[in-house]
């Protein structure tokens, strides 16, 4: 009997997902966080891409003829606004349930994104590639951190770039993103993260950079109560986000 190929996906978290799926885009919802946490990172991308790819940000839709993968897309909250920006969006989820929410959605919408309820092994045994990779508040959910990145790097096309989110394993974040998030603030339902998921940034860093991808940008996210919004931050103790480009 031959032992069962590695998988990155974590049934648990794809069944407590895919329990919430009809919530995703409810602004008032489960998924309230990510929907407060959307502008922020919207404009990270936006940036970061144009910037890579010598584009006008300020155009109406600067990502056209670029090739975009939201992988762990969910409900497609990220999907469906790289579209809208004029990319060629692939979005993948393991979970049924969510790419159906996510299908309906841009179909009411009038947006065009590929959903597919897919592995990230499964694209890359394909020979998927992309210009942009969107790993967003993915990682601390899968069942081996180091196998998602390296195979996520290996559809990374030269020139290209991948985005990562996540949040830092330190007591501060144990303290704020989960007793506090799910018990005081009650932003999250109980049991959304565990804290011996949580990836730490050299525990990104590893696989990325042995995937023949460069560390190019860092940067913390902070929630700022009085403005009631989400603001970038040199304070990587938390939530943060890390860019990574594979040489041209």
Known sequence: ????????????????????????WSPTGKFRPLHKFNPVRLSYIRDRVCANFGRDAKSHRPFEGLRFLDIGCGGGLLSEPMARMGAEVVGADPSEKNI????????????SVDYRAVSAEQ????????????????????????????????MVRPGGLMFVATINRTFKANALAIFAAENILRWLPKGTHSYDKLVRPDELER??????????DRTGVFYNVLQDRWNLSRDMDVNYMMLAKRPA
Request: glycine letters at 6%.
């Open 123 to 154: 694209l890359a045994e394909a020979g998927e590639t992309f210009d942009v990779i969107l790993n967003m508040e993915v990682v601390e959910h899968v069942a081996d951190v180091s196998l998602f990145i390296s195979t996520c790097t290996q």
């Open 207 to 216: 696989p990325l950079t042995a995937g023949g991808l460069e560390i190019i």
């Open 1 to 24: 009997m031959t032992n069962a190929s590695p998988t990155t996906i974590d049934q648990s978290e794809v069944d407590r997902f895919s329990a919430m799926a009809a919530e995703w």
């Open 100 to 111: 159906g929410i996510a299908q309906t959605h841009a179909r009411e919408s009038g947006v």
